[in-house]
């Protein structure tokens, strides 16, 4: 009798606890990354910013919260310092595959940084961490060289084209001062020959009726003195 009420109970607690086992309201299977990289840059300017950008994968099973949050926290190795925190939130599927961009500042010491990544997987609205996952990486920081060959370029170019302005302008300035008093005198020579020329035909034409005036004046007297002398010789 008391072996069958034994058996009864171990029984039921069996049931029972295979019942509270494969139960939905309280399975929580963890989730897991099935895929898991983060995209740096090798070599970094000191005191310059740059992007890590991390792909992730999550794979879950079960039932879980109506949302799901994938986080990536981007930390200094070193002191465990927190740089950057970015959140991705999905509606929970099975697998979940999403690109997160933290950003950081490389330190104004040059050498190796050391960084880590932190990737959580978290349930919504309860807050329960399902998956985790991290990974270290390190970037090289170099002194920063701050880009100024273009703009010196850009500077001798405009020097130079002001040089060659000034020198053009020099140039046409000086060919105009040559050039005027030539010009200046060949308009006086130009202008004084007709000058001289006319005063010279003037005083011909002059002394030629003046030597006519003379001949006809000679020519009258001698008229009249023939005049007077037959006049004479008549009376």
Same mark, same amino acid.
């Given at each position: 009798?008391?072996?069958?009420? @034994? ?24 989730? $897991? ?5 983060? /995209? $740096? ?27 799901? /949050?994938?986080?990536?926290? %981007?930390?200094?190795? $070193? ?8 959140? +991705? ?18 330190? @104004? ?5 050391? %960084?880590?990544?932190?990737? +959580? ?14 990974? %270290? ?6 002194? +920063? ?9 850009? %500077? ?46 003037? +005083? ?32």
């Amino acid at each position: 009798m008391r072996s069958k009420q @034994l058996f009864s109970i171990l029984l039921a607690i069996t049931i029972l606890a295979a019942l509270v086992g494969f139960s939905p309201a309280y399975s929580q299977t963890p989730c $897991h990354f099935s895929f898991f990289r983060p /995209d $740096h840059p090798d070599v970094t300017p000191a005191g310059q910013p740059f992007q890590v950008r991390t792909t992730v994968t999550a794979v879950c099973d079960g039932a879980f919260d109506p949302s799901t /949050d994938i986080r990536v926290d %981007l930390m200094d190795a $070193h002191n465990q310092s927190l740089i950057s925190r970015s959140v +991705y939130t999905s509606l929970t599927q099975p697998i979940i595959t999403t690109t997160l961009v933290n950003t950081a500042t490389a330190p @104004l010491d040059t050498g190796t940084w050391v %960084l880590q990544v932190n990737a +959580y997987v978290i349930g919504r609205p309860s807050g329960n961490s399902l998956a985790s996952n991290q990974l %270290l990486f390190s970037v090289n920081v170099v002194p +920063y060289t701050p880009t100024t060959a273009s703009t010196s370029v850009s %500077l001798a170019t405009s020097t130079s084209s002001m040089s060659l302005a000034t020198t053009s302008v020099t140039s046409t300035s000086s060919q105009q001062v040559v050039v005027l008093p030539t010009q200046t005198s060949t308009t006086t020579s130009t202008e004084n020959t007709p000058q001289n020329t006319t005063t010279s035909t003037y +005083y011909r034409v002059a002394a030629f009726i003046a030597l006519i005036a003379i001949v006809i004046g000679i020519v009258l007297v001698k008229r009249k003195k023939r005049e007077v002398k037959d006049k004479t010789r008549v009376y």
